[in-house]
């Protein structure tokens, strides 16, 4: 199920969280990255973030986003999808796709 991220408040509430810091679940999942996403730094500063979270990454540029194949415990990889969504301050992120995997 793919989940956008404009409104992420709205999306996860407190116990989902509480939830998921109680019983974390290794999991693997794809975030999207859109708008002016194509700046040389942001690729490292993903990675660099992934890992202060624990959660391994790699990034692939296409033409109209920039794609983050990860695996980590789920609260880590929606706080990475979190932090993308904010990036450096020479990026503009308009629009994130959140695609959870069942595979670990």
Known sequence: M??????????????????????????????SLFGDVFASDFPDWILRHAQKLGVRGAVERFDDRLKVTASGHNVMLEAL??????????????????EPSDDA
């Open 2 to 31: 793919m989940r956008s991220f404009w409104n992420l408040g709205s999306e996860l509430n407190a116990g989902e969280l509480m939830s998921a810091h109680l019983n974390p679940v290794a999991s693997k999942a794809t975030i």
């Open 81 to 98: 999808a979190l932090g993308c969504s904010l990036g450096p301050a020479s990026v503009m992120v308009e629009r994130i796709e959140f």
